[in-house]
């Protein structure tokens, strides 16, 4: 199959390296090339998190190039607007509706973007761009924590892994007693996924077709899957 590019981006605490870890795994135990780099910086002090997963029959390099990303996975709106220019002109930018002001926004010295500030400058790269409840519907499940595994399903509905496969890591990846909070997360993503196609006009074909395409394109010409 070609090569599929996820850009990840968030803040440290909300778990993008878990994300990022989960869907590499999950990538090859589907039988697939990954290819993975992280820059955690200052993440233990809230600094910026970023994870480049690259998926594919074979994958030489880890990094996403800028304009090539098919996903880019915002855990938080200010880090979705600060990587908007990796997501390619036919990504989808999926972004957690949440607010993390960095320090010099918290202090005052900066505004905070909002959800149409937000949206103006990623429509500069792509048209295609969802926003995640991921925060509201984690407090709803009782668990701030979990709502990066909100944005995990909701990313998994356009890529072609078994769910299954998803469920057994997510559940292996986490203690016990936290196993159900993030199955039901992952689930609930998921379900948004759903609203979201539904709802997207048909001039913007969704990421989901954009990879069954490809994918049955190869298989043709390969003989492969």
């Not at 599929?4 to 090859?28: H, P, R, W």
């Not at 924590?145 to 057994?168: I, K, T």
Request: glycine share 10%; charged share 25%; net charge positive.
């Amino acid at each position: 199959m070609p090569k599929i590019d996820v850009f990840m981006a968030g803040v440290g605490g909300q778990g993008v390296i878990l994300a990022s870890d989960s869907l590499a795994e999950v990538a090859m135990r589907a039988g697939f090339d990954v290819k993975k780099s992280d820059a955690l910086g200052m993440a233990q002090r809230g600094g910026s998190v970023v994870s480049h997963i690259r998926i594919g029959s074979k994958v030489f390099a880890p990094l996403i190039k800028k304009g090539e990303a098919d996903f880019l996975v915002g855990f938080e709106r200010l880090e979705t607007a600060r990587c908007a220019s990796y997501i390619s002109p036919h990504g989808l930018a999926i972004t957690n509706d949440q607010e993390l002001p960095p320090l010099a926004v918290a202090g005052g010295a900066a505004p905070y973007p909002d959800q149409r500030q937000v949206e103006h400058l990623i429509s500069q790269y792509t048209r295609r761009l969802a926003f995640v409840p991921g925060l509201k519907i984690a407090l709803e499940l009782g668990n701030a924590r979990v709502a990066g595994v909100v944005l995990l399903g909701f990313l998994s509905a356009f890529l072609p892994v078994e769910v299954a496969l998803w469920e057994q890591d997510i559940a292996g990846r986490v203690p016990a007693k936290f196993r159900e909070v993030n199955l039901q997360a992952f689930a609930l993503g998921r379900q948004e996924a759903k609203v979201f196609n539904s709802t997207e006009p048909e001039a913007k074909a969704t990421a989901a077709e954009d990879v069954a395409k490809r994918v049955r394109n190869t298989t043709r010409h390969s003989g492969r899957r």
